[in-house]
């Protein structure tokens, strides 16, 4: 072989062994910055048994100026409800939402529970009190709306009895096919589809790609069903999907859907009995994330049973 044609070789050889070398580094350091999947349900934190305890002046201002008054006040003097516990999705308009707690909570002089040092709780971690910014044993807080993965237990020990619980979803078939787009990179298993639409690729053959035990695989199926704390790898068939469902129901007082985003936004706001220039600054709606083709009615089983509320 000619010299400089051997030298050419050797160069693109370093080259290729110092870019694998590079690649590897950045996936060390990704792995170390996003915490593993765990997939059962945490020990509560060490604290767990100190629920939230109001102060004693605090009790006596909710009892003399209740902030989660009946529905029975009058327009003037309804105040809105100041304990709110927002289940913040991926990929369903949560961020709109979260804007809005931020604003409806700034305006009123609430106490945000904030991750502490992150933007999120841990996630994919199952969220425990002790991840939250200057936790302390019997701490109350009157927002939490961070992403996390939900674990009820520890949430409710985090705020008053009369907290209110709300959560948005959207279409899981609409929902797959943004998450696939936005997380796919961080996806390692989707590496291996070589063709221009990738998506289309995977969806012949799904089996062939996805790993239920593969580096971030929940952001590919039954994300929502995750994010809420429960089994994502769940049979369609088995009836703890109907169990979870229904617990949901209980647990939430209201779950919004991202295909009917104004009128969810109107079912919160009575609910949350606020003012409509606490939600000014709405960027989002169904129309413009579909493209202006419309906000279609889901009929998947874990979307379907919450259409009845804003139909």
């Known amino acids: 072989m000619p010299l400089p044609q051997k030298k050419r070789w050797e160069s693109m050889a370093k080259g290729l062994v110092l870019g694998a070398l590079f690649t590897s580094f950045l996936l060390l350091l990704y792995s170390y910055a996003v915490p593993p999947l765990h997939a059962g349900l945490p020990s509560t934190t060490p604290e767990g048994t100190a629920s939230c305890s109001p102060a004693p002046e605090e009790s006596e201002a909710e009892t003399a100026n209740p902030a989660n008054g009946s529905s029975s006040s009058s327009s003037s003097g309804c105040r809105p409800r100041r304990d709110i516990v927002f289940m913040k999705t991926h990929k369903t308009a949560s961020s709109t939402l979260l804007n809005i707690l931020f604003r409806f909570g700034q305006k009123h002089g609430l106490k945000f529970a904030f991750p502490n040092g992150r933007n999120d709780f841990d996630y994919p971690a199952f969220f425990a009190r002790s991840l939250v910014q200057d936790y302390r044993p019997g701490a109350c807080f009157n927002i939490i709306c961070n992403h996390m993965r939900f674990h009820y237990d520890e949430v409710r020990g985090l705020v008053r009895p009369n907290a209110t619980f709300i959560t948005v979803l959207r279409d899981p078939a609409r929902l797959f096919e943004s998450s696939f787009h936005y997380f796919g990179s961080v996806v390692p298993f989707t590496w291996k589809l070589s063709g221009r639409d990738k998506l289309a690729e995977f969806l012949q053959d799904p089996d062939r790609y996805y790993d239920p035990r593969g580096y971030n695989a929940h952001y590919l199926r039954n994300l ?88």
């Open 224 to 311: 929502l069903f995750f994010d809420l704390g429960y089994d994502s790898g769940l049979d369609p068939g088995s009836p703890r999907v109907q169990e979870h469902i229904l617990e949901v129901e209980r647990r939430f007082h209201l779950v919004l859907l991202q295909e009917y985003f104004d009128e969810s936004l109107v079912l919160l706001k009575d609910l949350l009995w606020g003012r409509h220039d606490d939600q000014s600054s709405v960027g989002l709606t169904c129309e413009s994330q579909s493209g202006g083709h419309g906000c279609p009615r889901g009929e998947i089983q874990w979307h379907h049973p919450f259409l009845s509320t804003v139909s």
